[in-house]
């Protein structure tokens, strides 16, 4: 079992440039718009989460991501803020490259062929009655006679 990660800003920095970064934030805002990093983030971590959730228990934070994931998120959360500016900022070859690894890793991440450590704090799965057990009785054949109706 492992902390999951909530991914902030900070942990973006470790994978872009911090001027493509902040031109990422602070570009096309309107004069009442919010910066985009917080709705994005929560987005693509949603995504990871959705791609996993089918085969381990998630954690109760939200927006936890795992540990093996972190980088992969990140990534997809730099694409989706390069994606929300029509003109967008020109990705290196190496960024393209790795943003291309990141969804291969989560198609992997769906199945078995990578671990994937329990958060410390799971959530318990809602385990739903699919309906009452029956039992089917069947009535007892008669052979009927003569003899059981004592003549009639």
Do not use: H
């Not at 929560?42 to 085969?55: E, F, H, T």
């Amino acid at each position: 079992m492992s902390d999951w990660i909530v991914i902030t800003q900070a942990n973006l920095q470790q994978y872009v440039v911090d001027a493509q970064l902040q031109a990422l934030l602070t570009s096309a805002l309107g004069s009442d718009q919010a910066a985009p990093l917080q709705a994005t983030i929560q987005d693509r971590c949603n995504y990871v989460l959705n791609r996993i959730k089918g085969r381990v228990l998630v954690s109760a934070t939200p927006f936890a991501v795992p540990p093996e994931l972190v980088t992969d998120a990140a990534l997809l959360i730099f694409e989706a803020l390069n994606v929300r500016l029509s003109l967008g900022i020109q990705l290196t070859e190496d960024q393209v490259r790795m943003i291309r690894q990141a969804y291969r890793d989560l198609d992997i991440a769906g199945t078995r062929e990578m671990p994937i450590d329990l958060p410390d704090d799971p959530v318990t799965p809602i385990v739903m009655q699919t309906g009452a057990s029956i039992s089917i009785v069947k009535k007892p054949q008669r052979v009927e006679s003569r003899k059981d109706w004592q003549g009639l």
